[in-house]
């Protein structure tokens, strides 16, 4: 079965360049979530996305941007990394519309791990 | 609003004994909460979830939980722990509707020889 895509698996950069992950959801899933963990951390929500708009933002620095496109894929850009920013990005995708059996289930991709130098 | 506490952020029992791992829980209204496992370097899976159908709920490898309503709990157990069970899992907890998912600190699971 298909599952979550990110890339890329493994990022490296410097301090103040320019990061982008992808995520490239569960075909049929609406719905993107992306969560930021540091080492030895719990994963930290950021921002999700519903049908292409912002559903929800999280702990997101403004440095930050994202998007879902009309493939349902999500795009995570980083701006003036910071060393603080090197973490390991998990992206998750679900159903947005919830059935009888309460919340979907998230599923996650691998991640994406980022190092700031 | 809705919260989720781990009790214990590291545990560690023999290989062949039982495990628990303890989560309790906030939530204003039906909470759906699920359990989910991360091995090392590798990304989350989930073990099992609650959704209000039954109060024990039986999930992947050996796993169960149950959701106790008056003790706002949902522990995780394990008749019998192997070595692959070593990892860190992780509670959440979202109340329907809200699309929110909320995750505890983890617990690290440590298995001995």
């Known amino acids: 079965a298909a599952g979550v895509i990110q890339s890329p698996r493994h990022l490296i950069k410097e301090k103040r360049e320019t990061a982008t992950l992808k995520c490239y959801p569960i075909?049929?899933?609406?719905?993107v979530y992306w969560y930021q963990q540091g080492p030895g951390q719990d994963p930290q929500f950021l921002i999700s996305?519903?049908?292409?708009?912002?559903?929800d933002k999280g702990s997101i620095p403004d440095r930050f941007s994202a998007q879902q496109f009309s493939d349902y894929h999500s795009e995570l850009n980083m701006s003036s990394l910071e060393l603080g920013d090197s973490a390991l990005y998990f992206c998750?995708?679900?159903?947005?519309?919830?059935?009888?059996?309460?919340?979907?289930?998230?599923?996650f991709g691998a991640g994406s791990r980022l190092t700031v130098l | 609003a809705q919260s989720v506490t781990q009790l214990d952020s590291h545990v560690s029992v023999s290989e062949g004994t039982p495990v628990l791992l303890r989560c309790n829980y906030s939530?204003?209204?039906?909470?759906?909460l699920f359990w989910y496992v991360q091995h090392p370097n590798k990304g989350l899976q989930l073990l099992l979830k609650?959704?209000?159908?039954?109060?024990l709920v039986k999930g992947i490898n050996g796993f169960e939980a149950e959701f106790k309503k008056s003790e706002t709990s949902f522990h995780l157990t394990k008749p019998s722990a192997h070595m692959s069970d070593a990892a860190e899992y992780f509670c959440?907890?979202?109340?329907?509707?809200?699309?929110?998912?909320?995750f505890g600190t983890g617990t690290r699971l440590k298995v001995l020889a």
């Open positions: 998750a995708s679900s159903l947005g519309v919830q059935g009888n059996s309460g919340a979907n289930v998230l599923t």
């Open positions: 075909p049929r899933h609406d719905t």
């Open positions: 996305f519903y049908e292409k708009m912002q559903s």
């Open positions: 939530s204003s209204y039906s909470p759906s």
């Open positions: 609650y959704t209000s159908a039954a109060t």
């Open positions: 959440v907890v979202s109340e329907s509707g809200t699309y929110k998912y909320i």
